[in-house]
């Protein structure tokens, strides 16, 4: 499976991005789709994820802030990032759990900065 993300960039603080990633390729046995983000010297973690019946799972520091959606008739899922802070700043990961294994696109770099 391909996945193409897009829509980082950089935002003043308590604005909003909406980011997109389309996926390709084998992906029927898709179950999971999501977002993960990555400062650089961390670990990647889970921002969000949601899945093929729409259920979802936000981590603790954007929830009521960050949505995720899917449409899975065009094998697209978006995260919609609102009240944006400085500690969102990182590079955005989109993810495809196909049959058990990771798959990952190329990452997006979001910046909350004044």
């Known amino acids: 499976v391909q996945l193409q993300a897009s829509g980082g960039g950089l935002v003043q603080p308590g604005g909003s991005l909406r980011l997109s990633c389309a996926a390709s390729g084998s992906i029927f046995s898709i179950n999971y789709m999501g977002w993960y983000r990555q400062d650089p010297g961390k670990s990647r973690e889970l921002v969000a994820r949601?899945?093929?019946?729409?259920?979802?799972n936000y981590a603790d520091s954007v929830k009521g802030r960050f949505t995720i959606s899917r449409d899975n008739a065009n094998n697209t899922v978006y995260l919609q990032m609102d009240g944006l802070n400085p500690e969102d700043t990182a590079v955005y990961y989109c993810n495809a759990v196909l049959l058990g294994i990771d798959n990952w696109g190329q990452g997006t770099l979001v910046t909350v900065s004044s």
């Open positions: 949601i899945s093929r019946s729409g259920m979802t």
